[in-house]
């Protein structure tokens, strides 16, 4: 059989390649030589035969038992004996255990307590390919219990990922190690997502789970099921007990994301102690009214075959997510630490280590993992490379007969950006209609979504207000996941997180949300997360001052701006009009790797004379200046909607005799990055003489206009009143602009 | 019956007065000089003798069928007939009918399909005196869906409150009206919390239960039931669907909160249209799960009895809360628009008001009341009074009985400190062992627990890391509501909006609440809310910076200082040592009516000669300074556990021959408040030789550091490494320090 497709593994590679920008991406996508996909095929397919064959020859009788169970389990082909599938599991456990202790720092209680299911899930259970941790229609695995990354690490270890060696172990939470104290997407390949901050991750695989419905819904034929893969997480009591994990799931299960499978770690202990202070709701009884599937592995220490029966279950159950609620020991193993709150975030010490060690009688040296169990684990790399090669040869039948959809998806696949796509964002002039840039931004998205098979996206329940609603697509449904009108419902939150693991998933998926931009405050921690974790997803913000008027200081943002301008690796945009509305797309789609913040007028704005896609690109720009030199009497900055006004006044300064120059400033960050002959042209160090304007907080400012110019601004709650009174009130004013310049 | 009692309602009034700040506090506090009690209690009695006597003459037959209902309701004596009760409600639908058209602006939606519930609550149910909204035993009302602001005005003007009149009606959300787009409890007494910003309020609602549960189990008495009142809540879909509201409803199903009582609108519309295009799950079995107590009333637009026999089975109820479901029709009553998403945030329009008017057969002007219908509602006022005098008087022989409870809850209720509190707080010598300002404050928390009867708190599942046990005191349970630490489990959002709930019950009530510095990412939309509605929760945030080390940038703070310090009304402290500790609760525990955000650090740190409470009362001063003049070469500036690292590098500096200056900016906000004149003893504007240093974001510093002087500080996310190493590589050292001021 030959192989040849047009579109090959390594050239998935390559595809994340291109978007990758991290230095050492190159290097962690390399793929062995040896592995020409033809003889990885046959020899995985031989080493296959040969352990089933073994594996019948030396099958004790308790493995017999197990047969029924494991079977059950789609792709596992052979059964292994339980003495391995526990010495595995202890494998797991102490290369968590040495490392924590090694580390002296570090959760030991999870990775112990949860090994069982995660042995199941990576030896038995899911698809991937560990030499390619990128492969396209690998089933994803998220710790949302992120604090037990040495689970994960653990088994990607064991998986034969090269992202995680043993010394790779053995510098777990050191300087520049892959092994990070929480899971980090961006360091470690193998990782789907960053988790850590409680709930994130459970609300992530949402997003995968929305991915996949989504793509195999727009690609899947009946004569070809090109995207089938599952999304696996594990979820603890605190990622329970967190709200954003109860909007995500609600969705999740609104959505029938039949393929999500969420573990549930039910060890009954938290960090302050017994769960019974603080969490007592019935779990089990939550997810059935979020419409759920639910099952209870009651045994998950030692219940092998209850854990696999319960993933053959929640697979059979097609229109609905799954939680499997598997009651666990934290610290299984420790005769004096397990199951108390000693063993969730500290090392169990050496006293500790070595009673444990005796009770597991686990023999072996640190970090050692024994030769049969190595030998086990093993034929993942030959199974991983012939499940992708087998995918790969179905995708070049797929391609010959569909090709139209094979271009869509390969673009999807590898984060490839349609040639000239850029050409068809809207451009303004002075003379189009005044307009706000909600609506501007809608243009946009809806002229996105005509060229970028991968945008999609939408509102916490706001779509008439947030301007998001894509005219040419339906509502993405669990009977229409086709489309790609995502309604979140009021759940910021679970918004941000869901779109993280959507920007994941591939890195042709682009998602946007919306929602007010003070309403940020409830998704920040997502935003965060997408901006350490690298993913490119845009923020579409809108009501973005006290320009929004009647509804009032709840709803009225002041510091938002300046507290996104602060956090790394976010592109936070304030445009003024349309083309600098369509100048932050563009840019915001570029960036695959870095979020970007618009926010957005509720009012009307004009198009100014002036703006452009190009100066957003900078940061910052002239839009207007009447000095004849590099040095005006005075430079006026303005942002979004009071750019307007900023330029308004310059018109009356410059009728004064004054020379003007109004500069936009409608991304700091994009500014901050432009070189000092750059920076020196649109702010020249002479020209101390600077007022901005922005209906928000002036702290920060400073560094724009110097300690010799004033920032006009709001440092207090806005009010409930028509956004005209409010913007005269609060001297938001082409007249206070005037006075204030006048005063310097 | 004589009317004599050390504590009277005034003297309550006066307490209220005590703590407040706003300019009309006094005169929204002022009670009519008519109301003398005994001349209240005399003549309520004589009105309510006299409309019994009435109602029973004209009652018609089917007010008779509702007798068994009605009188079922705790304080209700007379039945009305129900003609009248369905003016009322129209009376009501109509004044919010009539305000949004005349704003052009607002939700009159709910409004129209509450007003049965609002009109039960307000006229049958609650116990509340008009004329003094800060009555220590009335019942609270919270509306969750905020957007439907205009029912609460409408029932707070019919019931007799002073801040709602028909002028306030008629200029519903413009500027400095008491009537703003959404409820806000500093504008309008009566408005018991700020709400909007959808899930806050049925968090703030856990938050009055939970402190109406503690200080009944604390204070009352076998036979002295002396704290006694519920808390209604009317929730919508929009608040069912965030997480912040779960987190709070599993905590308040947890504590067995009986006497909250919550009314779900489940009118099936939210702003994107019908929530089936997003929220299908099954809310009664969520709240089931959660331990709640749940009830349905199918016919909620007109089926009175049915709602008045859910409040009494809700109130039969006492170990757990209640959800009643309430099924309405969005803008009952609107012949075109009822059942639609737009009748849910705009002005019905001239054309829809007409034909509701004629819908619903209300042939009145403008903003009218009936005067039937007020003239039942004018009974409130009489009632209202006597409630509290009664009240007043029950708690007179209280307080002869149980004198020394008295004087706490007498405390609690008015705010007023014990006289020399403050010298609870411990003081510190650059002798007293390093320890990390968590630590600290643990020691100051534990200080405060002794000497204020109101100061209560706990963590979000953080409890030892925190170091926010208070060590006197148990676990507050649902079987031991008497004790005051908060056990809050991982859910941060829900913590801070319940501690809004616990602020805004009574002005002794101090909440202070607990988690990593990050996670004011999960609670932020609740921290605003405590600023923005003037509640002075401290915020104990420990893990302050990348000094936590290990966990990785996922729980390393970065721009959250300066997002803070850039929120209005905040007091961001980062205190660096002991006294500067105690100097940051002073001030908190004393700013009653503004949050307070302690960033504190894990690390231990050594206490710096220089620091001291005084100090940090005025924002920034000078720790040292070797210079004779107040022009010293240089000024460095730290703050938290970086002053150390600033004043090391001083002292190396002053051995190379400079005068240096070392200045302690442990509070923004307050060093904003000093005069001209202080500021500039502490930076000179002569001297620009300045460098800042902070394990946070550089931006914001310009302000201090000026244009020639340089912020060392972090302005990536963090890393996972023991934290010494990470200081290091991010060049946060006394090295750096030195290097950066020799190259000014």
């Not at 291109?18 to 095929?41: E, M, Q, Y």
């Not at 104290?181 to 459970?202: K, S």
Request: hydrophobic share 40%.
């Amino acid at each position: 059989m030959a192989f040849s497709t047009s579109f090959t593994a390594s050239q998935s590679l390559a595809g994340r390649a291109i978007v990758g920008a991290s230095p050492d991406t190159s290097n962690r996508l390399a793929i062995p030589s040896c592995l020409s996909f033809n003889s990885i095929k046959t020899s995985a397919r031989q080493h296959l035969q040969h352990r089933v064959a073994r594996s019948h020859r030396v099958r004790p009788l308790r493995a017999m038992a197990m047969e029924a169970a494991v079977e059950a389990l789609e792709g596992t082909t052979e059964t292994t004996p339980v003495a391995l599938v526990e010495k595995s599991i202890n494998t797991i456990r102490f290369l968590a255990i040495d490392a924590v202790e090694k580390a002296n720092s570090g959760h030991p209680g999870l990775p112990m307590g949860c090994a069982p299911m995660g042995h199941i899930l990576y030896d038995e259970v899911m698809r991937y390919n560990p030499k390619n941790p990128y492969w396209f229609n690998r089933d994803r695995f998220v710790l949302s219990a992120g604090h037990g990354c040495m689970l994960l690490y653990a088994l990607l270890h064991l998986a034969g990922y090269d992202s995680v060696k043993e010394e790779d172990l053995k510098s777990f939470r050191q300087w520049g190690s892959k092994t990070p104290g929480h899971p980090e997407n961006f360091e470690t390949p193998g990782v789907e997502v960053t988790t850590g901050p409680l709930g994130q991750g459970i609300a992530n695989a949402v997003g995968l789970a929305l991915a996949e419905k989504h793509l195999a819904a727009r690609f899947n034929k009946s004569d070809s099921e090109i995207v089938d893969h599952y999304k696996y997480v594990i979820v603890g009591d605190g990622c329970q007990m967190e709200g954003v994990s109860n909007e995500a799931c609600s969705l999740a299960g609104h959505w029938g994301l039949g393929k999500l499978i969420a573990f549930y770690d039910d060890n009954h202990i938290s960090i302050d102690g017994d769960t019974e202070i603080a969490f007592t709701e019935d779990v089990i009884t939550r997810f059935e009214a979020l419409g759920w599937h639910t099952i209870w592995v009651k045994n998950g220490n030692q219940g092998y075959n209850e854990i696999r029966a319960a993933i053959k279950e929640a697979k059979a159950v097609k229109d609905r997510p799954t939680l499997i609620k598997v009651t666990t020991t934290i610290g299984f193993g420790s005769p004096n630490k397990a199951n108390s709150y000693s063993v969730h975030g500290s090392a169990l010490g050496a006293k500790e280590v070595d009673a444990t060690r005796q009770n597991l009688a686990w023999p072996f040296e640190l970090f050692h993992v024994p030769d049969d169990v190595k030998s086990h684990w093993s034929r993942h790399i030959f199974e991983g490379a012939s499940l992708e090669a087998d995918w790969n040869f179905k995708f070049a039948e797929y391609e010959k007969k569909y090709p139209e959809g094979a271009v869509e998806l390969k673009k999807i696949m590898s984060g490839e950006l349609p040639a000239g796509w850029e050409k068809a964002l809207p451009t303004y002039t002075p003379e189009s209609p005044a307009d706000a840039t909600r609506n501007l931004s809608q243009q946009c998205l809806n002229a996105l979504a005509k060229v970028l098979p991968g945008f999609l996206g939408g509102s916490a329940d706001l779509a008439s207000s947030n301007m998001t609603l894509l005219k040419m697509f339906g509502n993405f449904q669990s009977t229409t996941p086709e489309e790609r009108n995502l309604r979140f419902g009021v759940r910021e939150h679970g918004m941000g997180a869901i779109c993280n693991g959507i920007v994941s998933h591939s890195p042709g998926l682009i998602p946007y949300c919306a929602t007010f931009f003070v309403f940020t405050d409830y998704m920040r921690a997502a935003i965060r997360i997408s901006a350490l974790s690298e993913g490119g997803v845009i923020y579409v913000m809108t009501h973005d001052s006290i320009g929004l008027g009647e509804d009032g200081p709840t709803h009225q943002p002041i510091e938002h701006l300046i507290s996104f301008r602060a956090m790394p690796n976010i592109l936070m945009f304030r445009p003024a009009d349309g083309n600098e509305t369509a100048g932050a797309y563009k840019v915001a789609v570029e960036n695959r790797k870095r979020p970007s913040i618009l926010a957005l007028s509720r009012q009307k704005l004009p198009h100014l004379p002036g703006t452009s896609i190009e100066g957003v690109e900078k940061g910052g720009y002239i839009i207007s200046d009447n000095s004849s030199s590099n040095k005006p009497d005075l430079i006026l900055i303005g942002t979004g909607s009071e750019l307007e006004i900023a330029a308004k006044a310059a018109d009356e300064l410059r009728k004064q005799g004054k020379t003007v120059r109004v500069v936009s400033l409608v991304s700091w960050e994009l500014f901050d990055k432009q070189s000092d002959k750059y920076k020196e042209s649109v702010f020249p160090s002479a020209v101390t003489a600077r007022v901005s304007i922005e209906a928000g907080a002036t702290l920060g400012w400073e560094k724009f206009v110097g300690s010799k110019g004033k920032a006009i601004g709001i440092d207090q709650f806005g009010a409930s009143a028509p956004a005209d009174k409010i913007y005269k009130e609060f001297g938001l004013t082409v007249e206070n602009i005037i006075a204030t310049a006048n005063s310097l």
